[in-house]
């Protein structure tokens, strides 16, 4: 990556019917990865593998014209960089299907479900500072905790591809601490924003 990236300030926006674009230009033809489309957690998994690939990228399109904020990108000079979903967690009815992520009790929370960051840029703390901004997002909207599934390894470094949920050890810089866990690698936390600032650090 040449180093002028490196020195550049990220812009962080929510995103909207007019930002589709900017997704589109993310996401790539494959959508992410493998025609997801952000549409892994919203969906029965019959019915994502029956809309892989364009028939999921025309749902999610749909949420977004609705005026449904799914999430936040992330900006460097003005391009699309990164990605961040974040929605409240009642909306992703694969979390509640889930044996290891299913609800742990009735206090309605936010979830951070996916990061996706353009291959050129990984690696390079995007995804705390994403974190952090979706965090603001969620209380400008009257949220009052966040929760996240990320990964713990048990050893090293796992593929990206793995990783779309975060790493544990990012959200515990951002704040978050566990709550539970049901499966070795697979913690539940949680982010308590009450009033407290969230630092842009």
């Excluded at 489309?37 to 014209?65: P, Q, S, T, Y």
């Excluded at 742990?104 to 994403?130: E, H, M, N, Y």
């Amino acid at each position: 990556m040449p180093m002028e990236y490196m020195k550049t300030d990220l812009e962080f926006h929510p995103l909207t019917a007019e930002r589709w674009a900017d997704l589109e230009q993310l996401f790539g033809s494959r959508g992410a990865c493998g025609g997801c489309w952000c549409m892994w957690w919203r969906l029965k998994r019959a019915e994502f593998n029956r809309m892989k690939g364009e028939g999921n990228r025309h749902a999610f399109k749909r949420i977004v014209d609705s005026g449904e904020i799914p999430g936040i990108v992330a900006y460097a000079d003005g391009q699309p960089v990164a990605w961040c979903a974040v929605a409240p967690r009642e909306v992703y009815s694969g979390l509640e299907r889930s044996r290891t992520l299913k609800r742990i009790d009735d206090k309605p929370v936010w979830s951070v479900v996916c990061f996706f960051v353009a291959k050129q840029f990984r690696g390079k703390g995007i995804t705390g500072k994403l974190l952090k901004a979706a965090l603001e997002h969620v209380r400008k909207q009257g949220g009052k905790i966040v929760e996240a599934y990320p990964v713990e390894p048990e050893k090293g470094r796992i593929p990206d591809v793995h990783a779309y949920t975060g790493l544990a050890s990012t959200f515990r810089k951002a704040g978050f601490v566990e709550v539970l866990r049901r499966s070795k690698t697979r913690p539940i936390m949680r982010y308590f924003i009450e009033e407290k600032h969230i630092s842009k650090a």
